[in-house]
């Protein structure tokens, strides 16, 4: 005979939720990760409804006719509408719990991840929006304790591990020791703040005006923080901002490289500034196990190396950046009395 909690449990989905500023990833309790999606939300202006979200709703960025537009509910790691965010959530988790069975009949519970620096407001209203979305219990956890544990640092031990979360809206670096964060910064600089720059540069040298998917285009495939073994060159097009006409242009890596050095030297100094917080003991062990990075932005080429250099400390890209964080959520979901002994993660 299976007790009350058992058939609680049977009956529930457990769901971890990586809410980005660009991506959300979403992972389910001994399934592994289940979606990957844009932050995205097209909506029809007049009637306020949701045409599309995630990827369909991405490929309208800048492409819509005027009654509809596609919203970023998510700004710097926290959330810019609440009841846009609300439907996202929404959606993600009804798309999660489709094609189950039957076996799913009761509301999830729900661990979120969360930047550091957000206020007591913005926390409660993570919490409530994946509550009006449907979750019956939410729990949050710092985005840096959940890469950690996804990138495989041993989180629980008494030896310090430094990981550095480099994501859409925000940059996360923290110290962890014995099951908490000792010390942590989060700067509201990141893979969005690259485009941004980006765009600018493109706008001030050569008078044309180009979109955030292309300034991202062009950070992916010729971006660098560091001098490159071979320099990169790439085609963009954009609009003339003299003349209004479509133009082509060639850019190259060098010019992308001095546009970034503003965002990127954020997050050195961000990098620094942690480490001289940090206690001389756990200092030790960072010297020796070195700085683990995490977060899609965390990939810009020479960004390891660039921040070695300026710490003199040994600095590595965990093997999976993009996912570390929900993969993070589901190390929880495997055991959530982790929920108890962890005091940054909080009902």
Do not use: W
């Amino acid at each position: 005979m299976l007790s009350l909690q058992q058939m609680m449990d049977y009956f529930t989905i457990d769901i971890g939720i990586d809410l980005g500023t660009a991506n959300t990833l979403v992972c389910v309790k001994g399934e592994g990760i289940v979606l990957r999606e844009p932050s995205v939300v097209a909506i029809e202006q007049t009637s306020g409804k949701v045409v599309a979200v995630g990827m369909e709703a991405k490929r309208m960025l800048g492409r819509t006719p005027s009654n509809i537009t596609a919203i970023r509910p998510m700004k710097d790691g926290v959330i810019a509408d609440f009841d846009i965010t609300q439907e996202m959530l929404n959606y993600f988790i009804r798309r999660v719990q489709t094609g189950r069975g039957v076996k799913h009949l009761t509301r999830p519970r729900v661990v979120v991840s969360v930047p550091t620096g957000i206020t007591a407001v913005e926390k409660r209203a993570v919490r409530e929006s994946a509550l009006q979305a449907g979750a019956r219990s939410v729990y949050l956890i710092e985005e840096p304790m959940a890469a950690a544990m996804g990138a495989g640092l041993p989180v629980e031990e008494p030896l310090g591990n430094m990981v550095i979360d480099i994501g859409g809206g925000t940059t996360e670096v923290a110290v962890i020791s014995l099951g908490g964060i000792v010390y942590a910064r989060s700067v509201r600089c990141a893979g969005d703040a690259m485009d941004e720059a980006i765009i600018q540069h493109i706008k001030r040298k050569y008078n044309l005006l180009i979109g955030p998917r292309t300034a991202e285009d062009i950070k992916i495939y010729i971006g660098s923080a560091d001098t490159l073994d071979e320099e990169l060159v790439m085609t963009v097009k954009g609009n003339d901002l003299m003349g209004g006409l479509p133009r082509t242009i060639e850019v190259h890596s060098e010019e992308i490289r001095e546009a970034l050095l503003e965002p990127v030297m954020t997050i050195v100094n961000a990098v620094k500034g942690t480490l001289e917080k940090t206690p001389s003991e756990l200092s030790g062990d960072i010297i020796d196990r070195g700085i683990c990075m995490a977060g899609g932005s965390s990939q810009l080429r020479g960004l390891a190396s660039l921040i070695s250099q300026e710490t003199g400390l040994p600095v590595y890209l965990c093997s999976n950046p993009e996912t570390a964080i929900v993969e993070g959520t589901g190390k929880v979901l495997e055991s959530l009395d982790i929920m108890g002994r962890l005091e940054l993660l909080v009902k």
